[in-house]
C-alpha cells in the first residue's frame, strides 16, 4: 500500500525537525545580519548545480565510476529517439528514479541548505539554476530555481506539452485529457538534442551576475557547460565548486575542491561574510 505523500512529509518534519528549526534560524541570522551590516547593494549571484550536490543525498551522478551511465546507454534513456523505439523502458528509468526520490532517506544535504540561505539572505539578487531533476532545492527552501533539463515529478503531454504533477509510476497507457484526443505523456525532462528549459532567463541573469557559482557539475554537457565562458566574457567572477576539477575548471577564476556538503556551506558562509563586514 502506498503511504500518502502529505503523511510521509510529516514524518520527515518529525524526524528531522531539530535541524529544520536550526536551519530556519540560521536563514533568519543571515538576513538579520545582513540587514543590520550592508551598506551597498547586494550581489547578484547565479548559481549552476549539477549532479555533484545530490551525490551525498544519495541520489547518483551520471558519469562516475558508479553513475548512471554505466548501467544505462543514454542513448536509449535520454534521447527522443530512444523514447520512439522503447517509450516503456524510459518510463521504466524514470520510474525508478521518481521512486527513490521519494524515499524517507533522500533529504537535501548541507549544501542544499546553504544556499538556501544563500537565497534567504539576497533575495531577488539569487537566482539557482539546476541541472537535476530532483526536487532537493526546494526541499531545502530555494524559491527563485530554473530546472533547465526538467523535473522528475512532473510529466509533460506529448501533443500539447502542457506539464502537470505527476509522483506515482508514468506507464505507455497514461493519457492526456487536456486536448481533445488522449495524448500520451512523457517525463517532463530534457533529453539530449532538445533544448533546455528558459534559456532566454539563464543568459539575461548571466549577463547581469556579479558572481557565478558552478558547483557538483562535471562541464561535459551543454549548454550548461558554457555558462561559465558566457559569464567570464562579461566580467563575472566564476567560481568552481566540486569534488575534483571539471572539464572547464581552467575558464573558473577561484576553485574549492571537496565534498559539496562541506565546500558549499564553506564558500557561502565567506561570501555573507564579506557582504557583512567588506574589507
Ligand atoms: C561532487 C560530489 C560531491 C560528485 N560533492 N561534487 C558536441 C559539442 C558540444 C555540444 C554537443 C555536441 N554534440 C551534442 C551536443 C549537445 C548536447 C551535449 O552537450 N552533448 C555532450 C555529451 C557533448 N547537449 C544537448 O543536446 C542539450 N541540448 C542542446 O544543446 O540544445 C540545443 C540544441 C537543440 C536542438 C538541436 C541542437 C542543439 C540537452 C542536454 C540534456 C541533458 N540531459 C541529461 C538527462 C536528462 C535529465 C535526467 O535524466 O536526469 O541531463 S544528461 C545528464 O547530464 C543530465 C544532467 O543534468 C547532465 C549534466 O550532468 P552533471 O550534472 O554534470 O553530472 P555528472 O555525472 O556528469 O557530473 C557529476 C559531477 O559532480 C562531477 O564533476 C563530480 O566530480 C561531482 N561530484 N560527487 C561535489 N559529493
Same mark, same amino acid.
Given at each position: 500500500?502506498? #503511504?500518502? !505523500?502529505?503523511?510521509?512529509?510529516?514524518?520527515?518534519?518529525?524526524?528531522?525537525?531539530?535541524? %529544520?528549526?536550526?536551519?530556519?534560524?540560521?536563514?533568519?541570522? &543571515?538576513?538579520? !545580519?545582513?540587514?543590520?551590516?550592508?551598506?551597498?547593494?547586494?550581489?547578484?549571484?547565479?548559481? *549552476?548545480? =549539477?549532479? =555533484?550536490?545530490? &551525490?551525498?543525498?544519495?541520489? !547518483?551522478?551520471?558519469?562516475?565510476?558508479?553513475?548512471?551511465?554505466?548501467?544505462?546507454?543514454?542513448?536509449? #534513456?535520454?534521447?527522443?529517439?530512444?523514447? &520512439?523505439?522503447?517509450?516503456?523502458?524510459?518510463?521504466?528509468?524514470?520510474?525508478?528514479?521518481?521512486?527513490?526520490?521519494?524515499?524517507? $532517506?533522500?533529504?537535501?544535504?548541507?549544501?542544499?541548505?546553504? /544556499?538556501?540561505? *544563500?537565497?534567504?539572505?539576497?533575495?531577488?539578487?539569487?537566482?539557482?539554476?539546476?541541472? @537535476? %531533476?530532483?526536487?532537493?532545492? +526546494? !526541499?531545502?527552501?530555494?524559491?527563485?530555481? %530554473?530546472?533547465?533539463?526538467?523535473? *522528475?515529478?512532473?510529466?509533460?503531454?506529448?501533443?500539447?506539452?502542457?506539464?502537470?504533477?505527476?509522483?506515482?509510476?508514468?506507464?505507455?497507457?497514461?493519457?492526456?485529457?487536456?486536448?481533445?484526443?488522449?495524448?500520451?505523456?512523457?517525463?517532463?525532462?530534457?533529453?539530449?538534442?532538445?533544448?533546455? /528549459?528558459?534559456? =532566454?532567463?539563464?543568459?539575461?541573469?548571466?549577463?547581469?551576475?556579479?558572481?557565478?557559482? &558552478?558547483?557538483?557539475?562535471? =562541464?561535459?554537457?551543454?549548454?550548461?557547460?558554457?555558462?561559465?565562458?558566457?559569464?567570464?566574457?562579461?566580467?563575472?567572477?566564476?567560481? +568552481?565548486?566540486? /569534488?575534483?576539477?571539471?572539464?572547464?575548471?581552467?575558464?573558473? @577564476? $577561484?576553485?574549492?575542491?571537496?565534498?559539496?556538503?562541506? #565546500?558549499?556551506?564553506?564558500?557561502?558562509?565567506? /561570501?555573507?561574510?564579506? %557582504?557583512?563586514?567588506?574589507?
Amino acid at each position: 500500500m502506498r #503511504v500518502p !505523500r502529505r503523511r510521509l512529509r510529516l514524518a520527515r518534519y518529525k524526524k528531522h525537525r531539530r535541524q %529544520i528549526h536550526q536551519r530556519f534560524r540560521q536563514h533568519l541570522f &543571515a538576513l538579520d !545580519r545582513l540587514c543590520a551590516h550592508t551598506s551597498g547593494p547586494l550581489p547578484k549571484v547565479v548559481v *549552476l548545480t =549539477g549532479a =555533484g550536490i545530490s &551525490a551525498e543525498s544519495g541520489i !547518483r551522478t551520471f558519469r562516475a565510476s558508479d553513475g548512471l551511465w554505466e548501467e544505462h546507454h543514454l542513448e536509449d #534513456v535520454a534521447t527522443p529517439e530512444g523514447f &520512439a523505439r522503447d517509450p516503456q523502458r524510459v518510463q521504466d528509468f524514470y520510474n525508478e528514479r521518481r521512486r527513490q526520490l521519494q524515499q524517507p $532517506e533522500i533529504q537535501p544535504n548541507p549544501a542544499h541548505f546553504a /544556499l538556501a540561505k *544563500l537565497e534567504a539572505a539576497l533575495g531577488e539578487n539569487f537566482l539557482l539554476i539546476t541541472q @537535476n %531533476i530532483d526536487d532537493l532545492h +526546494e !526541499r531545502a527552501g530555494n524559491h527563485n530555481i %530554473i530546472h533547465m533539463h526538467g523535473e *522528475l515529478l512532473k510529466v509533460r503531454c506529448c501533443d500539447s506539452g502542457q506539464v502537470l504533477n505527476w509522483t506515482g509510476d508514468l506507464t505507455v497507457d497514461d493519457r492526456c485529457y487536456c486536448c481533445q484526443f488522449p495524448a500520451a505523456l512523457r517525463p517532463h525532462v530534457v533529453w539530449f538534442g532538445e533544448m533546455p /528549459l528558459q534559456m =532566454g532567463d539563464i543568459y539575461q541573469a548571466l549577463s547581469e551576475a556579479d558572481y557565478f557559482v &558552478a558547483i557538483g557539475t562535471s =562541464g561535459h554537457v551543454y549548454p550548461a557547460a558554457g555558462f561559465v565562458q558566457e559569464a567570464a566574457s562579461r566580467g563575472v567572477k566564476t567560481v +568552481e565548486l566540486n /569534488l575534483e576539477p571539471s572539464q572547464t575548471e581552467s575558464e573558473f @577564476n $577561484e576553485k574549492h575542491y571537496g565534498p559539496a556538503s562541506e #565546500v558549499v556551506p564553506a564558500w557561502v558562509d565567506g /561570501l555573507l561574510q564579506k %557582504i557583512a563586514y567588506p574589507a
